[in-house]
């Protein structure tokens, strides 16, 4: 085990001192060379751990517990393993990670929509991590909300992002339970087709994306609350 001692802050105090571990790996980051990479501490929901080793570098730490980036994310977005160890997808599914993405990249956008929707008395909450949940014919999917609740508390609208497992490149966008907007994102569908772009095309498509999902948001919102009156 080495020890690591970070960088002062910019008052000059020490900000912090902890211990990384010190692995023998090659960098799974192509490139790298580095030989002291440790493996990626994901297990999935089936015990099967992440085969993928990386230098400090290139691993990401999420509790001080080293991960691949993926794998980060996707603790990352759950509140964290020991929160809601059910909701762990498969190694190999993006879901949980997709979501917490999406939500992150519109939530100012859907916070403006919302914002000129509320009514007297009501506020916006927004959920703080993704949730796994199943649909009625036990499909697993993952989701994370805002939700428009009244002057009680009581939930009027509610509007998610969610991924299934079964496609975990497709992001469905939803207003209480019916879904306004589908799509698999710009940057997924490139590595599907091995094309890459520039860093302001991919911003143009990643931008449009969001634009498409968002601008489906106000006119639902109106059909539900005429459903809401009728
Ligand atoms: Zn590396
Ligand atoms: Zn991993």
């Given at each position: 085990?080495?020890?690591?001692?970070?960088?002062?802050?910019?008052?000059?105090?020490?900000?912090?001192?902890?211990?990384?571990?010190?692995?023998?790996?090659?960098?799974?980051?192509?490139?790298?060379?580095?030989?002291?990479?440790?493996?990626?501490?994901?297990?999935?929901?089936?015990?099967?751990?992440?085969?993928?080793?990386?230098?400090?570098?290139?691993?990401?730490?999420?509790?001080?517990?080293?991960?691949?980036?993926?794998?980060?994310?996707?603790?990352?977005?759950?509140?964290?393993?020991?929160?809601?160890?059910?909701?762990?997808?498969?190694?190999?599914?993006?879901?949980?990670?997709?979501?917490?993405?999406?939500?992150?990249?519109?939530?100012?956008?859907?916070q403006q929509i919302l914002t000129d929707c509320v009514g007297?008395?009501?506020?916006?909450?927004?959920?703080?991590?993704?949730?796994?949940?199943?649909?009625?014919?036990?499909?697993?999917?993952?989701?994370?909300?805002?939700?428009?609740?009244?002057?009680?508390?009581?939930?009027?609208?509610?509007?998610?992002?969610?991924?299934?497992?079964?496609?975990?490149?497709l992001v469905i966008l939803r207003v209480d339970d019916h879904?306004?907007?589908?799509?698999?994102?710009?940057?997924?569908?490139?590595?599907?087709?091995?094309?890459?772009?520039?860093?302001?095309?991919?911003?143009?498509?990643?931008?449009?994306?969001?634009?498409?999902?968002?601008?489906?948001?106000?006119?639902?919102?109106?059909?539900?609350?005429?459903?809401?009156?009728?």
């Amino acid at each position: 085990m080495g020890v690591e001692v970070n960088r002062s802050d910019a008052s000059g105090g020490e900000i912090a001192r902890f211990e990384h571990p010190r692995g023998s790996e090659l960098c799974c980051q192509s490139g790298c060379l580095r030989t002291h990479g440790v493996r990626c501490n994901h297990i999935d929901g089936r015990g099967r751990r992440c085969v993928t080793t990386w230098c400090p570098d290139h691993w990401s730490s999420v509790g001080g517990i080293v991960y691949c980036r993926r794998h980060a994310n996707t603790i990352v977005a759950i509140g964290g393993v020991t929160n809601a160890p059910l909701a762990l997808p498969d190694l190999d599914n993006r879901g949980p990670s997709l979501v917490n993405w999406v939500y992150g990249d519109i939530d100012s956008g859907m916070q403006q929509i919302l914002t000129d929707c509320v009514g007297t008395g009501q506020r916006i909450v927004r959920d703080s991590a993704v949730t796994v949940v199943f649909d009625t014919n036990r499909r697993r999917f993952w989701e994370r909300s805002w939700k428009l609740l009244d002057a009680v508390g009581n939930s009027v609208h509610r509007i998610t992002v969610a991924v299934f497992e079964a496609n975990d490149a497709l992001v469905i966008l939803r207003v209480d339970d019916h879904s306004i907007a589908q799509g698999v994102p710009p940057w997924i569908d490139r590595h599907r087709r091995r094309v890459e772009v520039t860093p302001s095309a991919d911003e143009l498509q990643r931008k449009l994306f969001y634009g498409f999902l968002l601008e489906h948001v106000p006119g639902a919102l109106v059909d539900r609350l005429a459903v809401h009156a009728s």
